[in-house]
C-alpha cells in the first residue's frame, strides 16, 4: 500500500516561508485529489488546500494568496509552498491522498512564532 510522509516543517517567525513536501512511497496517479488539512491546538482539522489532476486548486479563505499548493506525479510528490506565514497558521500539517479510499501521511509540525 503506497505511504505518504510530510517533511519540511519547523518553526518559522511570522512573515517567514515553509515549503512542505509529501513524498508517496508509490505512483499517486491513481490519486486523483491530493491536499493538505492541519490541526491547531485545542481545534478540529481544519481543511487547507487540495488540487484534482489537472485541476484547479482550491484552498481555504484563511491561505489564499500565501499558500500554492502543487503535485509532481513523475516524482510522487505534493508540495505547500507557504509564505507569509502567521502565528494562526501554527498546526500540525497532514497531506493526504484520495480515490476510492483516503491516504494519510503522519503529519509535519508547523511552528510560526517570534
Known amino acids: 500500500q503506497v505511504q505518504l510522509v510530510e517533511s519540511g516543517g519547523g518553526l518559522v517567525q511570522p512573515g517567514g516561508s515553509l515549503r512542505l513536501s509529501c513524498a508517496a512511497s508509490g505512483s499517486m496517479f491513481s490519486f486523483p485529489v491530493v491536499g493538505w488539512y492541519r490541526r491547531a491546538p485545542g481545534k478540529q482539522r481544519e481543511f487547507v488546500a487540495a488540487m484534482r489532476s489537472g485541476g484547479n486548486p482550491n484552498y481555504t479563505d484563511a491561505v489564499k494568496g500565501r499558500f500554492t499548493i502543487s503535485r509532481d506525479n513523475a516524482k510522487n510528490l505534493v508540495i505547500l509552498q507557504m509564505n507569509s506565514l502567521k502565528p494562526e497558521d501554527t498546526a500540525v500539517y497532514y497531506c493526504?491522498?484520495?480515490?476510492?479510499?483516503?491516504?494519510w501521511g503522519q503529519g509535519t509540525q508547523v511552528t510560526v512564532s517570534s
Open positions: 493526504y491522498a484520495s480515490s476510492t479510499t483516503i491516504l
